[in-house]
C-alpha cells in the first residue's frame, strides 16, 4: 500500500469496513493466485494435483481471513472484557490490547469515547460522594461521612483490641453572634471553628460538622484521658480565637467526651457524649465534661 495516495492511506487506516475488505478480497483470491502460479510454474492441468492446490489454498485463504478478522476485532473483543471487568468489580477500566487503544478506525474511536466516558463517569461520582459527604461550609465531613467512617473504624479491627473516644461540642451562645454581627460573621466563624479543628488533630482523627454550630470527632486509638485532654487543649483554642468584629472570648465552646464501649454504635456515642454536653452548658459552659458509663442525663 506503499503507492497509494496519503489520503487513501488515511480513509483506510480510519476504516474498518475497508480493512475487513482487503483481508476478505485478498483471501478469496489466494486459490486463484495459487492456480495461476502453479500454471505459470510450467505444471500441466492435471485434475488432481490442481484440485488438492485448490482445496489448500482455499483452507489457506479462509484460516487467513479468519486470523485477519480476529486481529481486527480484537480491541473490540479487549474493550467489552474490561466494560464487564468494570462492571463486576468497578475500579479503573484496564484495556490491555495489543493494537494502540485510541487507533483510528471505528473501534479504535469506540474505544477512546468509553474511555472517557468512563473517566468523566467516575470523575462525576467522586465529585458528587465528596458534596454529598461533605460539609460545604467548613469544608469537614458530615455526619454521613462520619457515620461510615466509623462504621470502617469499629469493623477494623475486634472490639478488646481498640481505643475509641468520641468529643461532640458545639459554639456557646452561637446565636448571639448571628444576631449581634449578622450571619455573615457566624458563618466566618464556622469556618474558623472548622480550621481550628482540623489544626489541632491528628491525620487520623474524625472531624466532622453535625450540624448548625454543632461538630463531632471521633478519635481512633484513644482513650478517656487522652480525649479529655484533646478537648481540653480545643477549648483553649476556641478561647483565644478571634474572628472580627467579634472580640476575642466572644467565641467559646462547650465539650463533652466519652469513651465508647465494645459494641458501642455511633449513634450510642453521640448520646453518651451529648449527655456529658449538656453536663458541660449547664455548669457555665467554656468547659469540658465526661460522660460517665450509665448516666442518663439529657440536653
Keep these: 500500500m506503499a503507492h497509494l495516495p496519503r489520503s487513501w492511506l488515511h480513509v483506510y487506516r480510519r476504516s474498518l469496513t475497508l480493512k475487513i475488505f482487503a483481508i476478505c478480497f485478498v483471501c478469496v483470491h489466494i486459490p486463484l493466485i495459487a492456480v495461476i502460479a502453479y500454471l505459470g510454474t510450467g505444471f500441466g492441468a492435471v485434475p488432481v494435483p490442481l484440485l488438492v492446490l485448490m482445496l489448500v489454498a482455499t483452507l489457506a485463504g479462509t484460516g487467513l481471513c479468519l486470523m485477519g478478522l480476529m486481529w481486527l476485532i480484537q480491541p473490540l473483543k479487549q474493550l467489552a472484557r474490561s466494560v464487564e471487568a468494570y462492571q463486576v ?13 485510541r487507533g483510528e478506525d471505528e473501534i479504535g474511536v469506540l474505544t477512546a469515547a468509553v474511555v472517557t466516558m468512563v473517566a468523566r463517569l467516575e470523575g462525576t461520582v467522586k465529585r458528587l460522594h465528596h458534596q454529598a459527604m461533605t460539609d460545604p461550609l467548613t469544608g469537614l465531613g458530615n455526619r ?6 466509623v462504621d470502617d473504624e469499629l469493623s ?11 468529643i461532640l461540642f458545639d459554639l456557646d451562645l452561637f446565636k448571639t453572634i448571628n444576631d449581634t454581627h449578622g450571619h455573615d460573621v457566624g458563618d466566618e466563624v464556622l469556618v474558623a471553628a472548622g480550621q481550628l479543628v482540623r489544626s489541632h488533630l491528628r491525620r487520623y482523627d474524625l472531624p466532622a460538622r453535625m450540624g448548625g454550630e454543632e461538630f463531632c470527632v471521633v478519635l481512633p486509638r484513644t482513650n478517656i484521658t487522652e480525649a479529655r485532654a484533646i478537648a481540653e487543649r480545643l477549648r483553649i483554642a476556641f478561647s483565644a ?34 449527655r456529658a454536653l449538656y453536663q458541660a452548658k449547664t455548669n457555665g459552659r467554656n468547659r469540658v465534661a465526661e460522660a ?8
Excluded: C, I
Design 156 to 166: 477494623s479491627s475486634p472490639p478488646q483490641a481498640r481505643a475509641l473516644s468520641v
Design 241 to 274: 480565637l478571634q474572628v472580627a468584629p467579634a472580640n476575642r472570648g466572644d467565641v467559646t465552646a462547650s465539650f463533652g467526651v466519652y469513651e465508647a464501649l465494645p459494641g458501642d454504635n455511633l449513634h450510642h456515642m453521640l448520646s453518651m457524649a451529648d
Design 144 to 149: 454521613r461521612w462520619l457515620s461510615e467512617k
Design 89 to 101: 468489580n468497578g475500579g479503573q477500566l484496564q484495556l490491555a490490547t495489543r493494537r494502540p487503544a
Design 292 to 299: 460517665a458509663h450509665g448516666s442518663n442525663g439529657r440536653r
